[in-house]
């Protein structure tokens, strides 16, 4: 909760402002009838006027107590002639710390004061005695007898029960103290202040059970985050993101495809404008949510001002500059030299071992058997040559800067907070970077007494530089092409000029076959690869108390979003199959993009009470969600200059167009019961009917029920140690609708063209096999657990859940004599089990205030059915048939050879079962199932990329005026495969160090040759690793400096984001993942963009 | 406000169900499809888009040329290759060019067999719905005659699939059956096509192509008697007569009176052309140190590879110097000529009545218009299968890079014999491939892709050896 620095200089106006509010009210009550105690009270209970200023920051929904305005004095003070005498105080906590913004009012008046920045306050009290009452939140109320003080030292105590903080869930919210379900709560503290882009990436390893990988380190590259395992083979991974009750839609088109990872489409929402962050992780929490629940529910609730409060402005700023994290090992220039030599020289006596030496003169073999000349020096033993560092040349100090502005606060019905942001990250690699501006406005405001309205608006806007860092060197990727990049080469010429085509040329003269990439540093500055977004999400709502304890609520929001993605390669760069100037692939496109999702959600909610005992709250609603996008694509080739870049200057253009949409009507209800607060439970259920689905199959159920029981309150249980117990347990079904458009539909691909006549004719054919009965994918999840706290701060949570799901979305692989190669189909079948702990404290200690949180998670994933018959499903990634989803194992498992050493001798070779023609220096394959032979029947399981398990620990301590906080995440038990080795192993690159190696394969020369390059357990790499995420040192400057400057808090600090990580993997990133959201193969390391270390320091400002 | 309210609730409450039935935008989809003519002949052009993609260079050819004695990979690594296991008999079922062509060549069958199930309930022009059929059914014949050849038994399939998953239990059919399947869709073809097409058809199939491959399929089914009834069916049509230039039957831009059914690649903004390799030339698929020995005297030589390239010799019949903006040319690979009609019936006349005058002028019918002045003599042949053995020596570098030799071979049952004898590999005079090889039995069949057998669940089984 927000503290309200309301300062003593605005008393007066605000209270009389209120009076002034309040007695309008009344009055018309008033006058309407003769007055006495009884009906001024009966009017009371009716209107419900609440001084808000009094429970600030505080939705009327909370359950906090409020406090009621008018009391019977109210009028006959206005005939009694009050004396009045001042009085001055201070109020600390217990640890002796001034409270700002403490309330203090004279019991049964409108009199009062807020405390100011050192505590105190200064307040006319009746003469003749009376009460001061103070409210804080998070404190014990406390009411002081006036008696003859004209100073008061007021100590407020901490209350317990400010532990009932309100949980969001969908379509309304729970205390906190009566959530039965797997819910974790993050609070905006853990998301300001962090030199990241987007929300998620402060949130790993803080939750369990949630598992958010960095996997790749773009400035706005998308996260891989999963809830609880994996939730499906190939439909959507990605939990439902919903802020301020608009289910945003997660993926989108992001243009043609010039980069694999993703754009993360929640960069558009700034982290500062966050109030809390809800994760439903179970199904009985996430059924409400239907179709969408079961990858999980992420609840976002944006900040808002408080009712009665004085404007607040914050600035926050920071500043930081990143760096390249971990470098990948790879030859120098010398080791280069002489390792393609040899390989080289192997391969043209290979070709004819009789006749052919290693001596033989280069002009005597083919292109393919030569080397460079430009390697011979090195090859001599020459000293001093160039030997370029390409990955130092190449990546850059990234720089980030980030500016927060906002302002919020109330009057006594409106609300608000607007808040505007800028970050620009430029990342290390050279040309590329985000910069984003964002705005926020959130307005409350209550019309009467019954009608009130609210609005979220947030425009946002987006300029992105892509880096083409995933793609492997032939489609120019970055990342791998550096690596391979010669070491002989030099960046430069020497005046100053990229040093480009010198391996092109090595290639087309003839000289030697070298691999064809253009020098990185030049490909990432000359190439433009870009895109913009301009978003805005639009939330407006109603609610209408059509009786006391039933609203009635309509909401609409609307996220539109507008995409626009340009590339172009210049003319004057040459391609590896084109000289510059370039036609072909002098290569321009621009992509526009844009989606309306349209929301409607209407709800009836009722709360109800019997003696307290009792206690019921029903929602039944309706919602309707549309969402369309269109897009279209212009490309052309061969511009005029590289002068002007848009298409209309290109010789030769072509341009396409889609259009899709989808939509979901729903129906949902949930009733939540407790007797006492002891027995409680919880039961929704939702019906939706999607666009999506077949047409036998429209509609699904998705129920749940959770149970709770607080053993604590049990008159039996009470001791000293256990402050509060709640067992919970939870049963509920849930289905994921994220599956393609039209899948139950067969689509025709126009790609069937041909010419007849010497015309080019239309052709349709087929492209996809229909599916009348394609529907959702159901989980059905049970999840036991209980929140447990403890000598008082102290509190452990703990679930274990077991989660099913059927009717996976498989695209069945099918014999290709039925005309197609895979069919859609409800078929698959796998399940997650695990168990989470989380255990957190915050005490003093010493001093200061010391805030622990341990987090633990394991789950385990299984797959229990595919396909009719079908065992397994082989997937590649980079290489082929890397993965495996098979019956009993993990989804997408890492497949392949296992390498058990290398072919010494051919005595060895002759009697050792091999695969096709091995040579000696070859790896030794295992025959695994000894048949003698050993061939694709001899691939196994090699690992996966699942953590046996996970945890984080994030700390924070608080001492006079320093904060200190640090995160840890670690996970263990996984592997990578690292694919890499693809194209770093056969001397036409540069190559990995351990080509080097005593263990390492003999040279092989062969572009694509099988040799090494076999998915085997040689790529497949541990990768357990343990993560310092950030550390953050700040330093408040002390409130009696600040406060003369009119500054209520000023904060200076500084932070390390991935400062360090322990890991034996050899890749860039442990929590690599090429194939951005593919369950099928995970864990694959193929260029990704490196993760790179922040250090930042940054200011935050209060007025 | 209230009933405003009771209105919304209302209104929400009774959604129709008709906003969550969406219809594709951006696609057409089999439902609203497949209903005009135009449609019809959309999904005809499909079919021949099919057989595009199976028999385009780079792909037809690793079974039918590289295989053989004729070409070999030139890329060649000492690792091999996917393209040069071809080469090299090193062939595992996990080579993905395999079950490409495989792949490849079922969607192709699928479109036909869509067109033949949706063509009676369409309203046109008769003659052209006829004629329809019979182009469909001469690709589906064509696609299953190069299946059979190269796998032997293999899955028959000639209905529209609707239920894509019941093809898991799909096992081989009998090399025999798909034979009689071949027989009568030609058979029906040829009774459907008309024998010829306008300029603005060209490129259909017609008549004579349908016949043309009937006589060849008979030809691997040895009834030689059927082969000189085709054969002599098209001879007879007067259509189709050897092109003095023999070069000229590959020239894009000429239409020659020999070519009876061809593959065209359109170059221009379309994506129909053929991709320009670096050179304009495939180094997959270059001519075997073997055949330039053999054949190094034959006017035919600079016609079928490039001469001036020492040492490495790419084929020159899809070859185009005219590259298109968007990087491509224009091709047509030949699939059935005047040519081979002619020396078809020759080997089954040999076959039927050795020897036989008028096998002996067919044969010189396309002898001699490489080379005028040496005609053969029956002198010259002592027995039925030296004439034969000069029917196949002809058949060689007549229709070398054509995507016959390795069929040839195979059907003559020479394979085992021609190729053992060329296995040194490299640089040898006789050599056949790029390494040494083995070769047996089991060899002349190709391994099922094993993407195949895994995705029929073990249903479809390996041929043996692999």
């Known amino acids: ?1103 | 406000m209230k009933y405003l309210i009771y209105i919304t609730l209302l209104s929400a409450l009774f959604s129709c169900e008709s906003y969550i039935d969406l219809k594709p935008l951006a696609e057409n989809s089999v439902d609203n499809f497949y209903n005009t003519a135009s449609d019809l002949e959309q999904a005809v052009i499909a079919t021949y888009d099919g057989l595009q993609t199976s028999v385009r260079p780079g792909y037809l050819d690793h079974f039918a040329e590289v295989r053989s004695d004729n070409t070999y990979n030139f890329a060649t690594t000492p690792a091999g290759g996917a393209y040069a296991d071809f080469d090299n008999f090193n062939l595992t079922s996990a080579n993905d060019r395999l079950n490409v062509f495989w792949h490849n060549s079922y969607l192709t069958i699928q479109r036909a067999n869509i067109v033949l199930n949706r063509i009676d309930a369409i309203t046109m022009d008769e003659t052209i719905k006829e004629s329809r059929k019979g182009e469909v059914k001469f690709i589906r014949a064509l696609t299953y005659f190069y299946l059979v050849q190269i796998w032997g038994d293999v899955p028959l399939v000639v209905e529209e699939t609707t239920d894509p998953i019941s093809f898991i239990g799909q096992t081989r059919t009998p090399a025999a059956e798909v034979y009689n399947q071949i027989i009568t869709d030609l058979t029906e073809a040829a009774g459907e096509l008309p024998a010829t097409v306008n300029t603005a058809n060209d490129g259909r199939v017609t008549q004579g192509a349908a016949l043309g491959l009937l006589a060849r399929v008979y030809l691997v089914r040895k009834d030689y008697q059927k082969v000189i009834e085709y054969t002599n069916q098209v001879i007879n049509s007067g259509l189709y007569s050897l092109d003095a230039d023999y070069a000229g039957i590959y020239d894009y831009a000429k239409k020659s009176n020999e070519v009876i059914f061809k593959v065209f690649f359109k170059s221009g903004t379309n994506s129909e052309g053929f991709p320009y390799l670096n050179v304009n030339h495939d180094y997959n698929n270059t001519a075997a140190r073997d055949f330039m020995e053999t054949f190094k005297n034959d006017p035919r030589l600079d016609a079928i590879v490039d001469t001036s390239n020492i040492g490495t010799y790419y084929g020159n019949k899809v070859h185009n110097e005219n590259v298109s903006t968007d990087n491509t040319i224009d091709i047509k690979t030949v699939i059935l000529r005047y040519a081979d009609i002619l020396l078809m019936k020759a080997e089954a006349l040999n076959e039927l009545q050795y020897p036989s005058q008028e096998a002996l002028d067919l044969l010189n019918q396309v002898h001699t218009r490489a080379k005028p002045n040496l005609a053969f003599n029956l002198a010259d042949f002592t027995s039925k299968n030296q004439f034969l053995e000069a029917i196949l020596k002809e058949r060689r570098i007549e229709f070398a890079f054509e995507n016959l030799r390795w069929f040839d071979l195979v059907r003559t049952g020479k394979a085992l014999e021609v190729m053992s004898a060329k296995n040194t590999g490299g640089g040898r005079p006789n050599a056949a491939s790029a390494l040494p090889y083995t070769i047996s039995e089991s060899d002349l069949l190709f391994p099922i892709p094993q993407v195949q057998i895994d995705a029929s669940s073990g249903n479809l089984k390996q041929n043996p050896g692999y």
């Open chain 1, 1 to 1103: 909760m927000r503290k309200n620095y309301l300062k003593s200089g605005t008393k007066t106006l605000q209270i009389a402002l209120l009076s002034w509010v309040a007695s309008v009210c009344l009055a018309e009550e008033l006058l309407a009838s003769p007055v006495n105690e009884k009906e001024v009270k009966a009017i009371e209970t009716k209107s419900k006027f609440y001084f808000g200023s009094l429970v600030p920051g505080t939705p009327k929904s909370s359950g906090q107590t409020q406090i009621v305005f008018a009391q019977p004095k109210w009028y006959t003070a206005t005939t009694n002639r009050i004396v009045s005498r001042p009085i001055t105080g201070r109020v600390t906590s217990e640890a002796g710390e001034p409270l700002i913004g403490v309330t203090v009012v004279v019991k049964g008046t409108t009199t009062g004061a807020t405390t100011d920045a050192t505590g105190g306050f200064a307040l006319e009290v009746p003469d003749n005695g009376g009460t001061l009452v103070f409210s804080y939140i998070g404190f014990v109320a406390k009411e002081v007898i006036l008696g003859n003080f004209t100073t008061l030292q007021v100590t407020m105590a901490t209350d317990a029960k400010a532990l009932e903080e309100v949980v969001v869930v969908g379509y309304g919210t729970e205390s906190k103290k009566n959530i039965i379900n797997s819910v974790a709560s993050i609070d905006s503290k853990e998301l300001e202040n962090r030199p990241v882009v987007n929300f998620q990436q402060s949130l790993a390893g803080k939750v369990p059970g949630v598992t958010i990988a960095q996997s790749n380190g773009a400035p706005g590259g998308g996260m891989t985050i999963s809830v609880r395992g994996v939730g499906s083979i190939t439909g959507g991974t990605q939990p439902l993101y919903v802020i301020d009750g608009l289910p945003l839609s997660a993926g989108g088109d992001q243009g043609n495809d010039n980069f694999n990872y993703s754009l993360n489409p929640l960069n558009s929402i700034n982290p500062s404008d966050i109030e809390s962050i809800q994760i439903l992780k179970d199904a009985a929490a996430t059924a409400i949510y239907g179709s969408r629940g079961s990858n999980g529910v992420v609840i976002i609730t944006t900040k808002k001002g408080a009712l009665g409060e004085k404007p607040t402005i914050s600035f926050n700023a920071y500043g930081g500059v990143a760096q390249l994290a971990k470098k990948v090992e790879v030859m120098n220039a010398y080791e280069h030299a002489n390792y393609t030599k040899l390989a080289r020289d192997l391969s043209w006596i290979s070709k004819n071992p009789a006749r052919n030496k290693a001596s033989d003169p280069l002009n005597l073999r083919n292109i393919d058997d030569r080397y460079p000349a430009y390697m011979i020096p090195y090859i001599n033993g020459e000293a001093e040559l160039t030997d370029t560092d390409w990955q130092d040349e190449f990546y850059r100090t990234g720089k980030v800067q980030n500016y927060d502005l906002s302002v919020s606060g109330g009057t006594a019905k409106t609300r608000y907070f607007i808040s505007a942001n800028y970050l620009d990250q430029k990342g290390i690699i050279p040309n590329s970077g985000i910069e984003k501006t964002g705005i926020r406005l959130n307005l409350d405001s209550e019309l009467s007494d019954k009608l009130r309205i609210g609005i979220n608006l947030n425009p946002s806007y987006i300029d992105n530089n892509l880096a083409r860092s995933e793609k492997n060197w032939g489609d120019e990727g970055l990342v791998i092409g550096t690596l391979m990049q010669h070491p002989e080469l030099p960046v430069y010429n020497e005046d100053g000029s990229y040093a480009v085509d010198k391996l092109f040329q090595t290639l087309w003269s003839g000289e030697s076959n070298v691999v064809q990439f253009q020098n990185p540093v030049a490909l990432a500055n000359l190439v433009d690869n870009r895109l913009t977004q301009f978003r805005t999400t639009f939330n407006g709502n109603v609610e209408y108390d059509i009786l006391n304890n039933l609203t009635f609520k309509t909401a609409f929001g609307a996220d539109i979003n507008y995409y626009e993605r340009t590339y172009y390669r210049p003319k004057s760069l040459s391609y590896r199959t084109e000289p510059a100037p370039t036609t072909f692939f002098n290569y321009g496109s621009v992509f526009n993009s844009n989606s309306a999702n349209i929301l409607w959600d209407n709800t009836l909610t009722y709360t109800g009470s019997i003696n307290n005992e009792h206690n019921l709250n029903l929602v039944v609603g309706s919602s309707m969600q549309k969402e369309v996008n269109k897009d279209a694509t212009a490309e052309g080739r061969n511009f005029a200059t590289d002068n002007v870049r848009t298409i209309n200057t290109a010789q030769e253009r072509y341009s396409s167009q889609d259009e899709r949409e989808w939509s979901l009507l729903s129906y949902f209800g949930r009733a939540s019961y407790n007797y006492l607060g002891k027995y409680l439970i919880t039961t929704t259920v939702r019906a939706d009917g999607s666009s999506r689905f077949g047409s036998n199959t429209k509609w699904g159920v998705f129920p749940s029920v959770s149970l709770g029981w607080r053993v604590s309150d049990e008159a039996f249980f009470k001791n000293n140690f256990v402050n509060d117990l709640k067992l919970r347990a939870s049963y509920g079904l849930t289905g994921n609708n994220d599956i393609p458009y039209y899948g139950s539909i067969a689509l025709l691909s126009t790609g069937g063209k041909y010419p007849i006549g010497d015309m080019v004719q239309a052709g349709l054919y087929p492209s996809t096999a229909p599916n009348p009965n394609l529907s959702w994918e159901k989980t059905k999840t049970i999840d036991a657990g209980f929140d447990f706290t403890f000598l008082k701060n102290y509190t452990f949570t703990a679930d274990y859940y077991y989660s099913h799901k059927t009717d996976l979305l498989l695209n069945v692989p099918v014999p290709s004599a039925s005309g197609y190669s895979t069919s859609l189909q409800n078929i698959g079948e796998l399940q997650n089990q695990g168990i989470e702990l989380a255990i957190s404290t915050d005490q003093k200690v010493g001093p200061g205030d010391l805030s622990v949180n341990l987090n633990f998670s394991a789950n385990r994933n299984k797959v229990l059915a595919l396909g009719p018959g079908q065992e397994q499903i082989i997937s590649s990634g980079g290489l082929s048939g890397s993965h495996v989803t098979r019956i009993g194992q993990p989804v997408g498992s890492f497949f392949g050879y296992k390498v058990i050493g290398k072919f010494e001798s051919a005595d060895q070779l002759a009697a050792t079962a091999k695969l096709g023609n091995q040579k000696v220096g070859d790896f030794i394959y295992q025959d695994t199932n000894n048949d003698k032979v050993v061939n694709a029947d001899d691939r196994v399981i090699l690992g996966d990329n699942y953590p046996d398990f996970q945890m984080g620990l994030n700390l924070s301590y608080k001492i006079k005026s320093f904060d200190f906080s640090a995160s840890v995440y670690t996970q263990q038990g996984l592997q990578v495969i690292n694919t890499m080795h693809r194209y770093l192993a056969e001397a036409w690159g540069n190559n990995l160090s351990v080509y080097l190696d005593d263990d390492a394969p003999r040279p092989v020369w062969g572009v694509g040759s099988a040799t090494h390059t076999r998915a085997s357990s040689w790529q497949i790499e541990d990768a357990s690793f343990i993560r310092m995420r950030e550390i953050i040192l700040g330093y408040s400057l002390p409130n009696t400096l600040t406060s003369k400057v009119h500054i209520s808090r000023l904060r200076i600090y500084a932070s390390l984001l991935n400062p360090f990580i322990w890991t034996k993997y050899s890749g860039y990133n442990p929590e690599v993942s090429s194939n951005y959201g593919s369950a099928l193969t995970p864990g694959e390391e193929f260029g990704n963009y490196p993760v790179s270390k922040t250090s930042t320091i940054g200011i935050n400002v209060s007025f």
